[in-house]
């Protein structure tokens, strides 16, 4: 795309935490960035406020009467954003022929075909949808190569990972030795385990660092976010397991490290504010402002680091489980997992049964090699395993 017209973005998922901090960096560079569309899955007067600050051209609801309401309350407005439903909504306007960029901040599998979409369609595709990469894994890179996408990492430690790294990703392989993935530990870092079976959802949810949507705030809690992370980071930078180590860095400063082949550390630090990877991401590889406070290294704390402790954070170690076992693996933990964070959600579930959940799981379904080969049998086996776990939360429940 030309340098000298603005870039046209698609946010899927505006309304969301990730949503809503792109559209602040957006804002504070008219003169490089329009917004093409936007989507929410339920609050509607909130995509109406954003379709009216932001005026695309489409905004997209899933559910028709939701949609139609929205459709109802632009007209009242005499807004000409053009409102879409339905499955595929979310394809298109991630692959439409004007869009340059794609914000993929929707949460969980469901943004799986989206994400492949703009792949394919070789959009600048900025990824915080963590679970669609988990999920796709091999095809899903396959994805970006053939269809000559530019990936870039949103998630906070990807993207300094992606920032020590250089432009030319064919040196990558031979620069690393391996990475370390910070995590803040959570809410229940200092907590004593035995008592995690009585957490509610809002202790769960009330994270030290970032504020963030519900389900990534009970995955940080569990550190299965750092799980999934783990898996990511396999894919996005073409590690093996044994290269990626995971270390508890409570201050959230240092937001990730490179280990070079001759003992270099590189880091990237700052501010905990998701506005910096997604600045980064929509100007890669330029640099703009982005509305995060700067890092005062004289009045930050002591930088500390603890192991990330097996017996606390089991869910960790699903990962490296998963990645070792047979392909689709990674796709039956996010599903479990998904299924249980929900249910913990809802009040059906007890926090410390979510890994329970999710290792049963893990073991129990298999993945067949079909399955694996496209995004339809990767679709099935994400049904699969949410039905599999719904009947291990089911018999938790009963117990
Ligand atoms: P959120 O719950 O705040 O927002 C999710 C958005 O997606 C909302 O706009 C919602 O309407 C939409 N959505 C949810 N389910 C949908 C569905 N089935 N179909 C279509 N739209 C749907 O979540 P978030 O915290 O913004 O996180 C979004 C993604 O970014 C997650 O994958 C998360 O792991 C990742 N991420 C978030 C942060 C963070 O700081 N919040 C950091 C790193 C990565
Ligand atoms: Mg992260």
Redesign the pocket.
């Known amino acids: 795309p030309s340098m000298n017209r603005r870039q046209r973005v698609s946010v899927?998922?505006?309304?969301?935490?990730?949503?809503?901090?792109t559209l602040d960096v957006l804002a504070r560079h008219p003169e490089r960035y329009e917004v093409f569309a936007l989507?929410?899955?339920?609050?509607v007067d909130?995509?109406l406020a954003q379709c009216l600050q932001h005026r695309p051209r489409y905004a997209?609801l899933?559910d028709q009467a939701l949609a139609a309401e929205l459709r109802g309350k632009l007209r009242e407005q005499g807004a000409r954003t053009e409102v879409l439903d339905g499955p595929d909504a979310?394809s298109e306007i991630a692959a439409h022929p004007e869009v340059d960029a794609v914000m993929?901040?929707?949460?969980?599998a469901?943004?799986l075909a989206p994400c492949l979409a703009a792949a394919r369609a070789g959009k600048r595709l900025l990824l915080?949808?963590?679970?669609?990469i988990v999920v796709g894994g091999a095809l899903f890179m396959q994805a970006v190569e053939q269809g000559g996408a530019t990936l870039l990492p949103?998630?906070?430690e990807h993207s300094a990972i992606f920032q020590c790294l250089p432009e030319d990703r064919k040196t990558w392989h031979q620069r690393i030795d391996h990475i370390v993935l910070t995590a803040s530990g959570g809410p229940f870092r200092t907590r004593e385990p035995g008592t995690l079976a009585e957490v509610t959802p809002e202790q769960a949810c009330a994270h030290p660092n970032?504020?963030?949507?519900?389900?990534?705030?009970v995955?940080s809690a569990t550190m299965m976010?750092k799980a999934?992370e783990v898996i990511e980071a396999r894919w996005l930078f073409n590690l093996t397991p044994e290269q990626i180590k995971v270390i508890i860095h409570p201050q959230s400063i240092i937001h990730s490290m490179v280990v070079c082949r001759d003992n270099s550390v590189l880091a990237q630090l700052g501010t905990p504010d998701?506005r910096v990877?997604i600045a980064y991401g929509l100007a890669f590889p330029e640099r703009v402002e982005s509305g995060a406070s700067r890092l005062d290294l004289l009045s930050t704390p002591g930088l500390s680091f603890e192991e990330a402790d097996a017996r606390r954070f089991p869910g960790l170690h699903l990962s490296w489980a998963a990645l070792r076992a047979r392909e689709g693996s990674t796709a039956v933990l996010n599903a479990a997992n998904e299924e249980a964070v929900a249910a913990f959600l809802d009040g059906g579930l007890r926090f410390d049964h979510i890994h329970r959940v999710n290792a049963e799981a893990l073991a129990q379904l298999l993945p067949a090699a079909d399955e694996c080969a496209s995004v339809a049998g990767l679709l099935a086996l994400d049904a699969r395993a949410r039905r599999h776990a719904q009947g291990l939360i089911k018999a938790l429940r009963a117990s």
């Open positions: 899927l998922g505006s309304t969301g935490s990730i949503g809503v901090n989507s929410a899955m339920s609050r909130a995509l997209v899933p979310l993929a901040a929707i949460v969980g469901a943004g915080a949808n963590k679970e669609a949103i998630d906070s970032w504020v963030m949507g519900r389900k990534i705030s995955d976010n999934l998701m990877p």
